[in-house]
């Protein structure tokens, strides 16, 4: 079983709240990532972290920002939630080497704003 | 990063083995093949992955020929929890993992 935990596993909110997404993995990963996905569609890469104080932006904007101050945690923050960040955001770490392509997500948390 | 294409979806019968083939054809040298699965309101799962020929674990087959230009996943005798999403995934050695997931397939399993 992974140890990547993500809080709150559900969160609906209203337009314009500042919201954090939490996440957590006790493995020891440099790298960590947050992923976004709507139902039934692809995942998207939205920020990633090669580790503490590093974070970059993936390959699908994002309003959201993201912070890196300890190896374990990697949150997510929104601003101004608005009904279109509605979505599923996933977390995941992984080691860095060659041939290794193993990342562990987290359970994800679906975000609903109303 | 190297583009895949994989069928959007199958369908299949408990107990038979299904196969599951992936395109990459630009694939770089240093580029590994993995496959992910996942379930709804979950985050993917790693399966597998392999470099070439061929690699088995408990849960399933990957087959990759010599040009490495697609890999074939083999989940042997299905049953109705292998329902899920699977992702065909170009993994490099560039930064990390940090890919691209595509559409995957959606495989149903039926009785």
């Known amino acids: 079983e992974a140890d990547i935990y993500q809080t709150p596993r559900y969160l609906v909110i209203g337009t314009g709240k500042k919201i954090t997404l939490e996440c957590s993995q006790t493995?020891?990963?440099?790298?960590m990532y947050w992923y976004q996905q709507d139902p039934g569609m692809e995942l998207h890469l939205i920020h990633y972290?090669?580790?503490?104080?590093s974070t970059e932006k993936g390959d699908l904007s994002s309003e959201s920002t993201v912070s890196r101050i300890r190896t374990e945690h990697f949150p997510l923050t929104l601003e101004s939630a608005r009904p279109s960040h509605t979505s599923q955001y996933l977390c995941?770490?992984?080691?860095w080497g060659q041939g290794i392509t193993e990342a562990f997500f987290g359970q994800g948390t679906r975000l609903t704003v109303v | 990063l190297a583009k895949t294409t994989q069928p959007i979806s199958m369908d299949s019968y408990e107990g038979q083995e299904v196969n599951i083939t992936c395109s990459h054809n630009n694939i770089a040298t240093n580029d590994y093949i993995t496959w992910y699965q996942q379930f709804p309101s979950q985050g993917p799962r790693f399966i597998i992955q392999?470099?070439?020929t061929k690699v088995t674990n408990e849960v399933a087959s990957l087959f990759i020929p010599a040009d490495r230009k697609s890999s074939t996943l083999s989940l042997p005798r299905v049953s109705l929890s292998d329902t899920a999403v699977y992702y065909c995934?170009?993994?490099?050695?560039?930064?990390?993992?940090?890919?691209?997931f595509g559409a995957g397939t959606r495989l149903f399993v039926k009785a």
């Open positions: 972290s090669y580790g503490v104080n």
């Open positions: 995934l170009v993994v490099g050695n560039t930064g990390g993992f940090k890919t691209i």
């Open positions: 995941a770490s992984s080691l």
């Open positions: 392999g470099y070439k």
């Open positions: 493995m020891g990963h440099d790298k």
